[in-house]
């Protein structure tokens, strides 16, 4: 059977993208360009907003997720880590694009962060968007904080869950096991900032995490947790993730190598 002409440019995309990892000029730009971006440095990351809110991303990843988003089809997004607020609008905007043509009936943006800034809380709150978005105040892993964002998600069919607030092992590990039983199969727990792993030295001096106690190695240590029992998902499911690499192998530049996991 002859090929629609949009699979035959997935499958164009998949062919080039393989071969990315193995062409050394193009990783060594990206990698070049990557070290000058960062904090203290370009601070390239604090250039941009959503919607007129800003959003502390790289927007490579936005693009990623703007494509998960819309193959998954979650009616939830569960996003651990605030700050402004962008990454919020991001989600709830890519919702009410999926309301609209028809593909979900009602979607919702769950936000939690230890510190929500007034003047945060009032932008989200007056933003044609705020009704797409609750926001929970505390830590994300402290038990009632984690039990209220279990009850929330059982008003929901299809859940996505993006991990970006305190980036040390040990936190991002445990918000890894109370939120990941809350993807559902098929969709996708984004970890950001693993990249703090490969990270040029000094590019986050003066922080509790850094080579060797960040998101990455968290998501390494989830990983041989699953494959050493039989997790179950709250779907009654096995649990299994796998890290989608053809996601930040496509995208070149990201602030989540290892971060993308898939659930199987």
Not at 60 to 73: S, T
Not at 78 to 104: F, N, P, R
Not at 215 to 240: I, M, N, R
Request: glycine share 8%; proline share 5%; net charge negative.
């Amino acid at each position: 059977m002859n090929k629609s002409p949009l699979e035959q440019f997935k499958d164009d995309i998949s062919q080039r993208v393989s071969e990315y990892p193995q062409n050394q000029p193009l990783q060594s730009a990206s990698k070049a360009f990557f070290d000058q971006i960062g904090v203290g440095k370009a601070d390239y990351v604090y250039n941009f907003t959503w919607l007129g809110v800003p959003i502390i991303q790289i927007p490579q990843d936005l693009q990623a997720l703007q494509e998960i988003i819309w193959e998954v089809k979650p009616d939830l997004i569960i996003e651990a880590g605030i700050a402004w607020g962008g990454t919020l609008v991001h989600s709830a905007s890519m919702l009410a694009i999926l309301e609209v043509c028809g593909e979900i009936e009602q979607g919702h943006v769950l936000g939690i962060d230890i510190d929500i800034r007034p003047h945060n809380k009032k932008m989200l709150a007056e933003h044609p968007l705020a009704k797409k978005i609750t926001m929970l105040e505390g830590s994300s892993i402290d038990e009632n904080i984690i039990a209220q964002v279990h009850q929330f998600a059982k008003n929901y069919k299809r859940i996505m869950v993006c991990l970006d607030s305190n980036h040390t092992h040990e936190h991002v590990l445990a918000e890894l096991e109370a939120y990941a039983p809350l993807v559902s199969q098929g969709s996708y727990c984004m970890v950001g900032d693993t990249v703090i792993e490969d990270a040029p030295e000094g590019m986050v001096s003066q922080r509790p995490w850094g080579k060797g106690n960040n998101p990455k190695t968290a998501v390494w240590e989830y990983l041989k947790h699953l494959q050493q029992g039989q997790s179950l998902g709250v779907d009654g499911e096995l649990l299994q993730f796998e890290i989608d690499h053809q996601i930040e192998n496509k995208i070149v530049l990201t602030g989540s190598p290892d971060g993308f996991l898939r659930r199987y």
